[in-house]
């Protein structure tokens, strides 16, 4: 009967109902739907590798383009042919007519073509993995160099999962060939309830080789699983990653399980095959004989599969059995034995996580400041110390909170009416002050250093830019966003220690076009092509309209580009206006613009960490990119890290800013247990032009380095005026200290076990006090410091050091533990040292200074009071800063008015020997709190030093006299 005809009796009877459509056409529409997503997913892909072409060829990269296009074909082409093999094999090892194995091969060779660009993707793991660069390390366990884990065994589980996914598709269509070629080889229907024949049926040899790749894959799977005993989650028992005694000690092993189970997997392979080949005989000699093929099976005649299958449900038996006595084993000998019996795996991971994270090569200092009885130094000492004369008083960064609220945090979001900012008092004064017109905007502030008449200064600064990802009134019309509207320009400065008129920035670097005080800071070329902000392409040069390159007094300058200045690519053809277009998201407006001739050119990846994710997208970017002032013009620069989540035993931990400020675009946090300190890139603002620094000849980076010898430049080779602004990346420093450190500092497996000195990160009372005083803790995030290395330091090349700090207390406790600090100007720039309080010792921490400024009278008033007056009151920073035998913690205060909010930094509160002040400056917030001190009968050394004019507070006498005093300089005769 034809199938497409309807009976004679439903056409008469209703022939306007509708009906089911037959599965045929179904089928057939379903084919021609994925092959239209197939076909566009694929040429979206197409203008992507071409868009990256054009990019590496503009930065003259080309070479990196084609290592990865030669190993994603190699790839693509591996994929493919084996899928198709897979597809094809089923397709002509069966009768099929030649219609219906058509509709069968075709979903299949879309198939085949969506495995062959998942494999495809992966290129860099298999050019990571095609490198023999060791580690010069082996692990205990199997001996193997740690480069394996790292390098090879990636690609080998990419290759298992492809193999896996070929013999689940082989089998797919093995069975359905069976299926079509049994509706015309069987005349009719097996009997109901026989599950036998009905897959007997279908178990062809194509059916029966597919099952059996797929257990030999399995095997294969757990013979490279026992390698993931060296990185499987231990948190359980007491190693916490990595193999402990059970895993790999003795005959009742897991690792001698895992053996048991590939062989067990590759005989249970052999007697599936032959099970399934005695119900195929059985299916097809019941087809041509159905009574016969009965009796038989009565009597087992030949066709009987008792026997394999009860071994393998013995073998099935015995692989329980043995994970049963494994697992009876660690509860009844290994657990009730924890910590000895696992010392020696408790060390492991220990050594193995200080090397993956970088903390074995740290110095610990012993750190014990002064008691409070003993003689206060003279208050110059302290004023004079390089570290007080540049304290951060206003922050280089911005806080928000995290994506995931906490519930304490839930409040805070409501009562600023949605505002997710906790912290930025710079940023607001600069955007009130310095943005200048309505399409600016400062993305983010930074802190930097510069050499200023032969002293190091420490500045705020941040990029006045053009944003293009909000909707806009002067970006409504995609001309504006795309066209006239395309760059930002310069940038704002101010020293981070001074305080300006009104309670302002002292700015050095200002207005449009800019203005420099200070000449080393200078800019000859201000314009922002690429930035955080640079949302969307720009075009340049294109016809009848010329782009704004700044605002004028009255009116605006406009530029025309100058051919080979950029790294802008020419829309010099029909495809790339094509490419251009479909990327943009405005293909028809691109493709039909008239303004865009063969002389347009266009800018895009302008976003300086997604440009360097599409030329080097295996390193992991810090997300603080920063920008500084060098050889006249603006550069952005980035910490890169090369990173692996494959060292064995090393613990697992996050790497990234859970409270990114480019929230538009958040940058994906990346699951390592090892990070290499690499690379830092730079690029340029104007141009776009991009350059990869290797600092390190660690092996993950020197494996990249093989893969992309032209990829990188030496640090020697960085010019030193960017070499002088090199940082230490924040959210690695995150990563070593609040996420590890706490724990690892403890290298004794027994002291490890009982995590007797764990530490926690110091909190601080930040941003706004809302709702009538009501204020809330943030962990305290690094911040810098200018100090003078030796001492209680570590020693330098240098006179000074711009620093990095980070402040630790005893876990369940408040009072000071620990400092981390690492040292950021080059020769010895990544030095890593700590700072450690003796655990006996009682230490004032910052915590508890808060608390004192909250505790004080004279403050608590003046807060309460400048809130009732209409003003927000900041809480800024708490600033720790250990000098020689004493920690002073410094708390600025801003005030921002509610009806015009221009943020002031109004008073400087100083907590020192369990003492708090307020003023107007350090100086004075200091000689408050030594007035406090000696009124309480504290003595000041007898050090004299050198009184200094500048530090007279308003230059009378009676204040001179006092600061005489407080120098311990109070001779009667004088």
Partial sequence: MNDHVLPAAQESASPHLPYLPHPAHLWKRAVLIASILVLLYT?????????????????????????????????????????????????????????????????????????ALYLCLKYHVFLLGSQDIGFGETEAVFGRDLGFYVFKLPYLWELWRFAL??????????????????????????????????????????????VTLIAVVGAVGFWLSRYELLLKDNSASSVHVGADYVDVTGILSNLNYIYLSAILCLVVAALLYLILARWHRRAVNAGTDRETASGNRAAGGGYSTRPLWLAVLALVIVDFTFKAAVELRDALFVKPNEPVIQLEFIERHIKATRHGARLDGIERIEYLPNRPQAPLPPINELLDAVAVRNAPLWPGFSSYLERLLDPQHAERVLLTGGDHMVYGPTLEHMQQKQKLRAYYRFMGVDFARYPIDGEQRMVVSAVRELPLYEPEPWLGYFGQRYMLFTHGFGMVM????????????????????????WPEIALENERVYYGEGSATMAFSNVDRMLELDFPTDQDRAEIFLPPGETTAVEVSSVWRRLVFGWRSGHFVEFLFSSLITRDTRVHYYRRPIERLERIAPFMFYDTNAYAVSADGGIHWMVNAMTTSDRLPYSRFGQLGDKSDQRTPYPIEHRWINYVEDSVKAVVDAYSG????????????????????????????????????????PTQLFHYQFDDLWIYYHMEDPMYFFNLEDMWDDADEVLGPILDE??????????????????????????????????????????????????????????????????????????????????????????????????MDVIRGHTITIPLAGEVLYIEPIFLRSRQNPVTQLHKVAVVFRDQVAMGDSVEEALAGVYARLVARGAEISDARPHHEPGLILDGSEDEALEIDVLNGDNDDDE
């Fill in 689 to 728: 032009e991009v350059s990869l620094y290797r600092l390190s000849d660690d092996p993950v980076i020197a494996t990249w380095a093989a893969v992309y010898p032209e990829l990188f430049k030496d640090i020697s080779d960085m010019p030193p005026s960017l070499l002088r602004h090199l940082t230490y």
């Fill in 494 to 517: 101010a020293p981070a220690n001074e305080i300006g008129p009104n309670g302002g920035l002292n700015f050095v670097a200002q207005n449009i076009p800019g203005e420099f005080s």
């Fill in 43 to 115: 040429l979206n892909l197409i203008t992507v590798l071409l868009g990256d072409f054009w990019l590496l060829q503009a930065l003259e990269l080309e070479s990196v383009f084609w290592t990865n296009f030669r190993m994603g074909a190699q790839l693509y082409l591996l994929g493919l042919v084996t899928f198709l093999a897979a597809v094809l094999v089923p397709a002509f090892a069966h009768p099929l007519k030649s219609a219906r194995r058509g509709w069968i091969i075709a979903p299949g060779v879309l198939a085949a073509t969506v495995a």
């Fill in 773 to 870: 005083g009501k204020a809330i803790r943030f962990s305290i995030e690094p911040y810098p410091l200018i100090i003078e290395p030796g001492g209680f330091l570590p020693d330098a090349g240098s006179s000074t050091q711009f620093a990095k700090f980070l402040v630790f207390t005893p876990e369940k406790a408040l009072n000071l533990r620990g400092i981390p600090v690492v040292y950021q100007d080059w020769p010895d720039y990544g030095r890593l040292a700590v700072l450690e309080v003796p655990k006996g010792i009682y230490i004032m921490g910052p915590e508890q200074a808060d608390a004192l400024i909250d505790q004080d009278p004279e403050i608590s008033r003046d807060f309460a009071l400048w809130n009732r007056m209409g």
């Fill in 165 to 210: 996914m070929a013999a689940l598709a082989f089998l797919a269509y093995g069975v359905a060939c069976a299926i079509v070629d049994g509706r015309d080889r069987f005349a009719d229907d097996p009997e109901p309830g026989d599950v036998i024949e009905r897959i007997g049926r279908i178990a062809t040899w194509p059916v029966r080789v597919a």
